[in-house]
C-alpha cells in the first residue's frame, strides 16, 4: 500500500482554470520525470476539474477536509 500526497495551491488573485490545470498538470509531468515508477494511473484528482464553466453550471464543488 503506497502512501497518499495531498498538494494545495493557492493564488494570491484570480488564475484562469485553464492555467491552473496547466500549472497542476505540469507539476505531475515533473514528478513522474523524477520518479518514473509514478504514472497517471495512481493520479486521482485536480482541482479545478475543467477549463471553463459551463453556462448555468456549478463549477468546481470541493469537498474541504474538517
Not at 6 to 14: G, K, L, Q, R
Not at 18 to 42: H, I, Q, V, W
Not at 56 to 65: M, S, W
Amino acid at each position: 500500500m503506497g502512501m497518499a500526497v495531498i498538494v494545495w495551491i493557492f493564488f494570491s488573485e484570480a488564475v484562469a482554470a485553464s492555467d491552473a490545470r496547466r500549472l497542476g498538470n505540469g507539476l505531475l509531468r515533473k514528478t513522474m520525470e523524477l520518479y518514473p515508477l509514478l504514472s497517471f494511473d495512481c493520479f486521482d484528482r485536480l482541482f479545478p476539474n475543467q477549463d471553463i464553466m459551463p453556462e448555468g453550471g456549478f463549477g468546481n464543488l470541493i469537498a474541504l477536509p474538517l
